[in-house]
């Protein structure tokens, strides 16, 4: 893979993106309604799977620890329930990340965001953060699908378009742009990166800071698919959250 082929495509595709007219129905169906914070409570999460039931969210994103409870509060119905593996560092053990993924999908988790190890990946143990990922697929293979987060605001363009790949390899389903405990959030540069080096093979979702309409469009236009947001209800109706 080039990686400067790759960041050059993405550059050509901002140079001439327009952004998509979805309907408030068509964005609400791309958004994971989330709620990470450390303090969030039961309450909190009883709010937040009614707004997403209210506006037919994609799917909520809550810790692990709250899965039966979401589970629970969205059982049939279209929202599904979204979790985070090894989250927010990524630095856990892959045994750890397996057996957090295979509570989650037992308590009602279909969809897993796990953090790649950003470390091991610094230092280019490739073979370790394949193996990582490939870990946590394999253990919910057919019970949910695997997003995994590789940090953009910590990489380099080249190491972005390197960390896809490995994603790609290790039979994930999405790549996610952040955590939104880190540095930065999503930007638009990074989304249309990682779309060009994910080549339509696999999904992306952006995450982190994304606050506004126009925001998540942006998004959309340079090629995310899905976008995790706390701020899911103003970006449906246009409003902006502070």
Same mark, same amino acid.
């Given at each position: 893979?080039?990686?400067?082929? %790759?960041?050059?495509?993405?550059?050509?595709?901002?140079?001439?993106?327009?952004?998509?007219?979805?309907?408030?129905?068509?964005?609400?169906?791309?958004?994971?309604?989330?709620?990470?914070?450390?303090?969030?409570?039961?309450?909190?999460?009883?709010?937040?799977?009614?707004?997403?039931?209210?506006?037919?969210?994609?799917?909520?994103?809550?810790?692990?620890?709250?899965?039966?409870?979401?589970?629970?509060?969205?059982?049939?119905?279209?929202?599904?329930?979204?979790?985070?593996?090894?989250?927010?560092?990524?630095?856990?053990?892959?045994?750890?990340?397996?057996?957090?993924?295979? #509570?989650?999908?037992?308590?009602?988790?279909?969809?897993?965001?796990? &953090?790649?190890?950003?470390?091991?990946?610094?230092?280019?143990?490739?073979?370790?953060?394949?193996?990582? $990922?490939?870990? &946590?697929?394999?253990?919910?293979?057919?019970?949910?699908?695997?997003?995994?987060?590789?940090?953009?605001?910590?990489?380099?363009?080249?190491?972005?378009?390197?960390?896809?790949? %490995?994603? &790609?390899?290790?039979?994930?389903?999405?790549?996610?742009?952040?955590?939104?405990?880190?540095?930065?959030?999503?930007?638009?540069?990074?989304?249309?990166?990682?779309?060009?080096?994910?080549?339509?093979?696999?999904?992306?979702?952006?995450?982190?800071?994304?606050?506004?309409?126009?925001?998540? #469009?942006?998004? $959309?236009?340079?090629?995310?698919?899905?976008?995790?947001?706390?701020?899911?209800?103003?970006?449906?109706?246009?409003?902006?959250?502070?």
């Amino acid at each position: 893979m080039d990686a400067a082929h %790759i960041i050059k495509e993405a550059e050509a595709k901002l140079a001439s993106m327009s952004l998509p007219s979805l309907q408030e129905k068509d964005l609400a169906k791309r958004i994971d309604h989330t709620l990470l914070k450390p303090d969030a409570t039961s309450q909190d999460i009883e709010r937040l799977c009614q707004e997403a039931l209210e506006y037919q969210f994609h799917a909520v994103c809550v810790h692990p620890s709250f899965v039966r409870l979401a589970s629970t509060l969205l059982q049939n119905s279209s929202v599904t329930v979204c979790t985070v593996i090894g989250f927010p560092l990524g630095a856990t053990s892959t045994g750890a990340k397996m057996m957090e993924a295979d #509570l989650a999908v037992r308590d009602g988790a279909t969809e897993l965001d796990m &953090v790649m190890h950003i470390g091991r990946f610094k230092e280019r143990d490739y073979r370790y953060v394949r193996k990582d $990922i490939e870990a &946590v697929v394999k253990a919910t293979e057919g019970a949910a699908i695997t997003k995994v987060i590789i940090e953009t605001a910590l990489l380099t363009d080249e190491e972005k378009v390197w960390a896809t790949k %490995i994603v &790609v390899d290790s039979g994930a389903h999405f790549v996610k742009t952040s955590t939104g405990f880190g540095p930065g959030g999503a930007t638009v540069r990074d989304v249309a990166i990682l779309s060009a080096a994910a080549g339509g093979r696999i999904q992306v979702k952006a995450a982190g800071g994304i606050r506004t309409p126009e925001q998540a #469009l942006q998004m $959309i236009a340079a090629g995310a698919s899905r976008i995790g947001t706390s701020r899911g209800p103003a970006l449906v109706t246009g409003g902006h959250a502070s």
